[in-house]
């Protein structure tokens, strides 16, 4: 090579370092999507994206380094003085609850890389950064959008985070075996793992799902505009007008209930009430998704939700719909799923006598049309008021705080892991649906108040009252059903 070129070479060289540089310290944002910047952000009101119409993610500077700047979103001391007055949704209590086995111990280092066995990741906070030590890739982007979710939390509330250690399992069924554990003579703690669900013989620490920043494989938008969009669609018809049945559509591939729902379906000889599809979801994405819209399904009076190989991220779709939610007995519950009635929030279905089951309670609400109606209604308004994107951030922070309070030894940066920020995730990351969701529900600005405050943990008269008031009004609409069929044996 000649002097004059390898001068040239040398100066362009740190001309791009210099640029790269200059843009990270004087915080300018480099977009990546145009299209999606003027649309509404998760979490954030309308107010808020005027503010900011750009995402703070400084690509050029990450695509150059490859690594976190100094200084980001994620790590800035908040400026917000003003705590929330607000009090978080009732649900939250059960984050006391949640993190119960270990309010005597609290939570060591060994107690977490005992549950590594089938963890997807490691997540260390420390100093207000997020460290990341991958064990294996989860199904499809579960674990990349939860971590997306992570950071735009740090985002949302920078520097209030304190240091934490925890490992997560992205799978659907819960883990942790309380029956190890929690028994009389057990002297050995249980292991600490963030799951989506859990039951009541397992110990997982239910953490909100990744669908909540999208689920790009089968084209399910990002929760708060999907939200909107069924708000939407929901008025454009009445409950009256909507079909007199109860629909379903789903994967029956997941689990033997499902297969037993799909029994229940019209047919010649027999009407339940019900109108249930099997999800093909292979050939739904050669055809564009153009029949898997969630926001159009809510076209039948009465919506199906049963679990699959566990809980199912369905369930938040279905109770917006303002349609009545027959609920097929659960066995496992989510962070939220607690904080839900029978007979105020949805309609019970007994899981070994689903079709006529799901008969009556129809039968039930095309007489009873008000009280049905009030019901959907109900339903609707707890997701679109205790679920909005908001409190799915709070609920995270609450979590993870009170988590963190537990840990019994001071979290370092593991030998393996790897620092990781919002820049680092999305500016490298290949063009396609995912990028658009992420990008989409990138967190513009810090909050200007801090997060809704705790509610206390259950005291034992009000939680055994709560647990009876479910039980009884399962067991009414039990009483109902067999009055009925009693008169109508078939």
């Known amino acids: ?70 200084s980001s979103s994620e790590t800035q001391i908040s400026s917000a003085n003003k705590s929330s007055t607000e009090v978080c949704p009732e649900y939250f209590r059960w984050i006391h ?12 280092n060994d107690m977490i890389m005992r549950a590594r066995r089938t963890a997807n990741f490691r997540l260390v906070i420390v100093d207000g950064k997020a460290y990341l030590e991958t064990y294996g890739k989860a199904f499809q982007s579960r674990d990349t959008l939860n971590l997306w979710g992570i950071l735009q939390l740090m985002r949302r509330y920078p520097g209030m985070l304190p240091d934490l250690d925890l490992l ?14 929690m028994q009389p003579n057990s002297t050995v703690p249980p292991p600490a793992l963030f799951s989506y669900c859990s039951d009541d013989s397992h110990l997982d620490i239910v953490f909100p799902d990744w669908s909540f920043w999208g689920w790009p494989e089968i084209n399910i938008k990002p929760w708060t505009t999907l939200l909107e969009e069924m708000k939407e669609e929901n008025s454009k018809r009445k409950w009256t007008e909507r079909e007199p049945y109860a ?11 499902r297969k037993d ?42 919506k199906v939700y049963i679990e699959g190989w566990a809980w199912s991220v369905s369930q938040k779709y279905i109770l917006a719909c303002d349609s009545l939610t027959l609920l097929v007995k659960p066995r496992f519950y989510d962070f939220f799923t607690r904080g839900i009635k029978p007979l105020k929030h949805y309609w019970p279905i007994k899981i070994n006598d689903m079709c006529r089951s799901i008969k009556f309670a129809v039968g039930w609400g095309n007489t009873h049309e008000q009280k049905v109606q009030e019901i959907g209604k109900a339903s609707s308004d707890f997701i679109r008021e205790n679920l909005k994107m908001e409190y799915i951030y709070d609920y995270m922070f609450h979590l993870l705080n009170e988590y963190a309070k537990l840990l019994t030894y001071k979290p370092t940066i593991p030998p393996n892991a790897i620092e990781f920020c919002s820049a ?67």
């Open 1 to 70: 090579m000649t002097p004059t070129r390898i001068i040239t070479s040398t100066v362009l060289f740190f001309f791009i370092l210099f640029v790269g540089f200059y843009v990270y310290y004087l915080q300018i944002d480099v977009p990546m999507i145009t299209n999606s910047f003027s649309k509404k952000v998760e979490g954030v009101t309308s107010k808020d994206t005027k503010r900011t119409e750009t995402p703070p993610v400084n690509c050029l500077f990450a695509n150059l380094t490859l690594t976190c700047p100094l």
């Open 97 to 108: 609850e949640d993190l119960s086995p270990w309010r005597k111990t609290g939570i060591s």
């Open 168 to 181: 997560f399992d992205c799978n659907d069924p819960p883990v942790i075996e309380s029956s190890l554990y």
């Open 247 to 257: 629909y379903w559509k789903g994967n029956t591939d997941v689990g033997n209930s």
């Open 261 to 302: 729902l799909i029994k229940c379906n019209v047919s010649d000889k027999q009407d339940w009430g019900a109108r249930l599809y099997e999800q093909d979801w292979g050939r739904e994405s050669q055809n564009g998704f153009q029949k898997s819209d969630l926001a159009k399904q809510c076209t039948h009076r009465y």
């Open 424 to 490: 680092t995730m999305v500016c490298p990351h290949p063009d396609g649906l995912e990028k658009t969701y992420m990008m989409e529900t990138m967190v513009r600005h810090p909050s200007d108040t801090g997060p809704c405050t705790m509610p206390p943990p259950f005291d034992p008269p009000s939680f055994h009252s709560l647990l009876e008031e479910k039980e009884q009004s399962i067991k009414k609409v039990e009483t109902w059903e067999n009055k009925f069929w009693s008169r109508h044996r078939k």
